[in-house]
């Protein structure tokens, strides 16, 4: 099961060190040039990302509430990748993003996260699982809120497509919204037609990237990932350095620039 593999990754020990790319210009390379993004937000982002093997996160975000970011693991499905049926394809996708990446990344970090609304897609010409989240909380900067003057931070309505590339399962994400006046807590209409706007931004954001060879990285990951499944039996919880990963990424919020309202 997808689902276990993922899980394998993130039961290894909490003290494995976690190994970080480089940002040159704007120009972003993942360790083991995994990938290279080019930075959405210029030169100077907040950066924060963390990667074990072939596995892990890179964010970027700037101090008027922009978020873009990357999660991605080894394929954890065979057929992952593969030219195959569209509906088997986005089926695959979705069982990594509802069963593996949503509960370990999201709903396990940041109490009270839900998935809005999701559905199969495409996006740049290949079968994609497409999303919005809804994070407590979770709005890449705080503001005073002007209803009661205090800082506040708002939630976090986040779009994430899924996709499969270069022996590598992806999740691109950035702000649906981006509130920077009037009310801390908005909401976003998951039911209106224009409910994914965002994903013309995470196409941008997509063309700056380049990947990995597929066939070695998709060979290693799977054998990593049996190898790991032996090692470590899956407890479901999450307890791999990239947990602190993800927990670095929440608590690194509250350093940010506090908006005026």
Not at 30 to 57: H, I, M, N, Q
Not at 73 to 88: Q, R, W
Request: hydrophobic share 45%; proline share 8%; charged share 20%.
């Amino acid at each position: 099961m997808p689902v276990a593999l993922l899980l394998a990754f993130i039961a290894m020990p909490v003290d494995a060190a976690l190994v970080h790319g480089t940002l040159s210009g704007e120009l972003y390379t993942a360790p083991g040039e995994l990938f290279t993004v080019k930075s959405p937000l210029g030169p100077r982002p907040r950066l924060v990302d963390g990667f074990e093997r072939s596995a892990g996160a890179v964010t970027f975000m700037d101090h008027v509430g922009e978020l873009f970011g990357v999660v991605c693991t080894p394929n954890l499905d065979v057929l992952a990748g593969v030219e195959i049926d569209t509906e088997t394809s986005t089926a695959i996708l979705r069982n990594w993003f509802r069963e593996a990446a949503f509960p370990a990344f999201f709903a396990g970090t940041v109490p009270g996260s839900s998935i809005l609304r999701e559905e199969p897609g495409e996006f740049e010409g290949q079968p994609a699982w497409i999303a919005v989240l809804r994070l407590p909380g979770g709005a890449p900067s705080a503001r005073i809120d002007p209803a009661t003057g205090r800082v506040a931070r708002g939630d976090s309505w986040r779009g994430v497509v899924v996709i499969s590339r270069g022996g590598h399962t992806y999740l691109l994400m950035t702000e649906a919204i981006v509130v920077t006046s009037g009310p801390i807590h908005q909401k976003f209409d998951v039911s209106a037609p224009g409910w994914d706007n965002f994903l013309p931004k995470l196409a941008q954001f997509y063309r700056g990237m380049t990947f990995q060879s597929s066939e070695p990285e998709e060979e290693k990951g799977l054998r990593l990932a049996e190898q790991l499944c032996q090692l470590h039996p899956v407890t479901g919880r999450l307890t791999h350095s990239l947990g602190g990963l993800v927990r670095l990424l929440c608590s690194s919020l509250a350093d940010w620039d506090i908006l005026p309202a």
